[in-house]
């Protein structure tokens, strides 16, 4: 299961895969020939195995539902067995990405939440935008929607080398048609074609969440308490692209997801703040934080996400 670790200094794009292909493989067979019931159950059994085997996994999301308490005191964290339920959280949306491909899991399952419109700017083929999204909740289930709303053209941009165990087995379920685009191969030329992809209509969607792997381009501002690094490089692609951004999240509430869409800074405002992002990023900690409130177990950053924060100083 990817994103759960073993050592505290490993950046997070090192961190190596824990299970195998065969668990993941066997997770996508159970999932395509038995009820999800059973499959959940199965899951459940094997977090059992990863909550007691990783100390620093339980470690660092006790530090996460410490902060989220001490920042909000009345929250949706469950009392009993907390830390447990969120390790059983990540291993229920593995199942969830693959029923979602499998067709186990229909799209009368998917609500929308879409104040702002964005749902008709997605298809009214002008000039696309930028979708900003985190490892909070579960994005991959959207891509499993996606045939549904064969006008939406999205490109997701991604870090997959500590996770290319799940990519293999998620293209094996069916995801081989998504447009995943590798963020450590960008360049020049490719930001010319991403360029081109907007003024084709086509959207890009981005995690800001996670820093990268080397390089400053990142700043450090209060998330949930504690000064967390976060990347710049989502709104530098902005910039340069002079994109719209919006939020994007997909989160699960009981047997459904909620798909939750707003718009986040426009043009002008990211051109404003070029020369210093923090306000933007600030606003972003914020979304997260209140998002993460509504939704404490579906946090699935499992590495100790203020440690960089803490080395600033």
Same mark, same amino acid.
């Given at each position: ?8 200094? #490993?950046?997070?794009?090192?961190? =190596? ?57 009345? @929250? ?10 969120? #390790?059983? @959280? ?62 939406? =053209? ?7 080398? !500590?996770?290319?165990?799940? @990519? ?48 400053? =381009? ?10 967390? !690094? ?15 951004? !919006? ?10 997801? *909620? ?11 990211? *051109? ?42």
């Amino acid at each position: 299961m990817n994103g759960l670790n073993k050592q505290n200094k #490993v950046h997070w794009a090192l961190e =190596k895969e824990r299970g195998s292909y065969f668990f993941l493989k066997l997770t996508l067979i159970l999932v395509r020939y038995l009820p999800l019931f059973i499959c959940y159950f199965f899951v459940y059994i094997v977090c059992i195995y990863f909550y007691i085997s990783s100390r620093q996994l339980r470690k660092n999301i006790l530090h996460y539902q410490n902060n989220l308490n001490k920042t909000f005191p009345e @929250n949706n964290l469950p009392k009993k067995f907390p830390i447990f339920l969120q #390790v059983v @959280n990540f291993g229920t949306s593995i199942v969830d990405r693959f029923a979602v491909w499998s067709g186990k899991i229909a799209h009368k399952n998917l609500l929308i939440s879409d104040p702002d419109g964005i749902m008709e700017r997605l298809t009214n083929n002008k000039r696309g935008e930028i979708f900003i999204c985190s490892h909070l909740g579960n994005l991959d289930v959207l891509r499993g929607f996606l045939h549904i709303y064969p006008e939406f =053209k999205l490109n997701i941009l991604h870090h997959s080398q !500590n996770a290319k165990m799940f @990519n293999r087995v998620l293209e094996e379920s069916g995801a081989e048609n998504i447009r995943l685009i590798q963020v450590s191969e960008l360049d020049a030329d490719f930001m010319l074609k991403l360029s081109n992809k907007l003024e084709q209509g086509e959207w890009i969607v981005i995690a800001a969440d996670r820093i990268p792997l080397s390089g400053n =381009k990142y700043c450090s501002v209060k998330f949930l308490g504690e000064e967390a !690094n976060f990347p710049t490089g989502s709104w530098l692609l902005a910039s340069i692209l002079k994109a719209p951004t !919006n939020t994007i999240f997909a989160l699960k509430e009981k047997s459904k997801f *909620r798909l939750i869409l707003r718009n986040f800074s426009s043009v002008e405002d990211i *051109r404003n703040k070029r020369k210093n992002f923090t306000p933007l990023i600030e606003k972003y900690s914020t979304v997260l934080a209140e998002i993460a409130r509504e939704y404490p177990l579906q946090w699935f950053n499992f590495f100790d996400f203020w440690q960089q924060g803490r080395e600033n100083k």
